[in-house]
């Protein structure tokens, strides 16, 4: 095995290392509670670190064993499978740049507005949502508050970082601010009384907004009915999206320099085995 095949098949194990960080990325989105109900592109990013992974194992045997043909396919295909990556990337900024998010003084959770959100998220969510509320009702995403973090009273709970399910908040038109809280506990201005983190009671403007009429102490309704859920579903995505984009950025531009390199190798090796051949008479 000459040196440059030797050079192709070490960056090809190196290729088959950075599959690894997208496949985890992909994993980390699919276990996450509210990737699971809405599963957006949870498998897509597992099965492209799988293709990465096989498409390098394969340039590594091309490369070892001197099988010029399939360090070829290895090439092109991993030029199309680094396409589909940064697509992906690029596509990930784009639906999760606008942040629908703001700090609310006195509160250490932020709140959000749907509007905040990019247009293609809201309506994603929007036609996905009956499949999606059935799926967090089920869930004790809300029940956690009151499990995990006994709260004793109304003050301790304010001072609480909730996730964005657990609060959030909504602009429902350019004229009229209307505030709410998220998927697990009622809008803030329809000036609920706190008992503890998923039950209130005797509002102070209950006709304030629709939501207010629709918040309900019962466990399995809580607000995933209210606007504000798919506002606090939105902030939940993003905030994954943008940390699983982080790998996929850092395993792309990996990808990149091994591919570039591996062009170079690759093309030193058949220069090298043309002139082997020219030396042995057969050109």
Not at 100 to 128: N, T
Request: glycine share 8%.
């Amino acid at each position: 095995m000459g040196v440059s095949n030797n050079i192709t098949a070490l960056l090809n194990f190196v290729g088959l290392l950075c599959s690894v960080p997208v496949i985890g990325a992909g994993i980390w989105l699919a276990s996450k509670q509210d990737n699971e109900c809405v599963r957006l592109a949870r498998w897509p990013v597992i099965i492209l670190g799988v293709l990465l992974m096989l498409v390098s194992l394969a340039g590594f045997v091309g490369a070892y064993w001197n099988k010029q043909g399939l360090l070829a396919a290895y090439l092109f295909c991993m030029a199309a499978l680094i396409v589909l990556l940064l697509a992906l990337l690029i596509f990930a900024f784009a639906v999760t740049r606008p942040d629908g998010s703001y700090p609310v003084p006195g509160r250490a959770y932020r709140e959000y507005r749907l509007g905040g959100f990019s247009v293609w998220l809201r309506h994603y969510v929007a036609d996905h949502w009956p499949q999606i509320r059935t799926c967090l009702s089920s869930s004790d995403v809300c029940q956690k508050l009151g499990r995990n973090q006994p709260y004793l009273t109304a003050d301790q709970f304010f001072r609480t970082d909730l996730t964005p399910l657990q609060a959030s908040i909504i602009f429902l038109s350019s004229f009229l601010l209307v505030l709410t809280s998220g998927c697990c506990k009622p809008p803030t201005v329809c000036g609920y009384g706190y008992v503890n983190p998923t039950m209130w009671n005797n509002p102070s403007n209950p006709m304030v907004h629709v939501d207010c009429a629709i918040w309900s102490n019962d466990q399995s309704q809580l607000c995933y009915d209210c606007s504000s859920c798919e506002a606090g579903l939105l902030g939940n995505l993003r905030k994954e999206w943008r940390k699983a984009n982080v790998a996929l950025i850092i395993a792309a531009v990996a990808l990149i320099w091994v591919y570039i390199i591996g062009c170079s190798a690759f093309k030193n090796a058949q220069a090298q085995d043309l002139f082997r051949r020219y030396k042995q008479g057969y050109v």
